[in-house]
């Protein structure tokens, strides 16, 4: 049960990481806003309460593992990783910079506490249940029983066949171990989800290939962590969480509109942004 201090004490983590990302994107010039605005909350509840992680050891044999598949979110991944305490906060200003361990998409190379370079939208499914199979195997392992992988997939990228495939192969496998988490905000680059290629209804597709299903409000942290911790619970399916998320939220000019997906904030915008998320510290 979480306590209504550790919601408070989420809550500004994840208004610190909202605040970073608009930081980063004006610097940078370029990025996405929407996407990681929206999963800010889920971020901010992974890295500092669910995963089993340590930012210190990032290697550390006994951690869960995350696939970013919708990469160009990475904003929201490298700013909740520099707030948990991967590397510095001021690392974050060299977003998209050349040179910089924080290209535009994850890059293993650049920033090796990564578990994979992410950027083709759909690959980071079958990459995660590669990843849940091998563990799998290493189960005999003291060290390894109870370790997760977590996949975070965008709604658009389910457009690409490729995820249907793994998801196929993870039911087969009943990989126990598999939680997927995805932004359902209803918005890609091309526009709203449902009139670029309607998606619906996920709950029973997703259920139809022999995964458990869950549903929650991805702005809710009781909601997200609990459904989690029933997810790690369910040992017989991989499983899936459908995050019903608002694109831009905690800021209410960007909110719900897909010219944010994928376009920054000027420094007039960036000012505002910031102003309004500053009245939540």
């Known amino acids: 049960m979480i306590s209504d201090q550790q919601i408070a004490a989420l809550k500004k983590n994840a208004n610190d990481i909202r605040k970073s990302i608009i ?11 929407a996407g990681p605005l929206g999963m800010s909350d889920i971020f901010a509840a992974m890295y500092f309460n669910i995963l089993k992680h340590d930012p210190k ?18 904003p929201v991944l490298y700013a909740a990783m520099a707030h948990s305490g991967y590397f510095p906060l001021e690392e974050l200003q060299t977003l998209r910079k050349f040179g910089s361990i924080l290209q535009g998409h994850p890059h293993r190379e650049f920033l ?30 003291i060290t390894n029983k109870d370790r997760m992988v977590y996949c975070f997939l965008g709604d658009g990228e389910l457009n690409e066949g490729q995820n249907w495939e793994a998801m196929m192969l993870a039911g087969k496998e009943k990989l126990g171990n598999l939680i997927a988490i995805v932004d359902r905000n209803h918005i890609q680059i091309d526009g709203f989800t449902e009139d670029v290629m309607p998606l619906e209804s996920l709950y029973e597709k997703w259920a139809s290939f022999n995964w458990k299903v869950f549903e929650i409000n991805g702005h809710d942290f009781k909601e997200i962590i609990e459904t ?8 017989t399916h991989p499983v899936v969480i459908l995050s019903y998320n608002i694109p831009g939220k905690g800021v209410k000019e960007f909110e719900n509109k897909p010219y944010w997906h994928g376009n920054p904030p000027n420094a007039e915008q960036a000012a505002m942004a910031l102003a309004e998320l500053k009245k939540n510290d």
């Open 112 to 141: 090796p506490a990564l578990e994979t370079s992410s950027g083709p939208l759909g690959s980071g499914l079958s990459q995660a249940v590669g990843m849940a199979l091998a563990l799998r195997l290493d189960d005999h392992k």
């Open 228 to 235: 989690i911790e029933e997810a790690k619970a369910v040992r």
């Open 57 to 74: 050891n990032p290697s550390w044999d006994e951690r869960d593992l995350v696939v970013l598949s919708n990469g160009h979110i990475c």
């Open 23 to 33: 930081e980063m994107l004006l610097e940078a010039k370029s990025g996405h806003t």
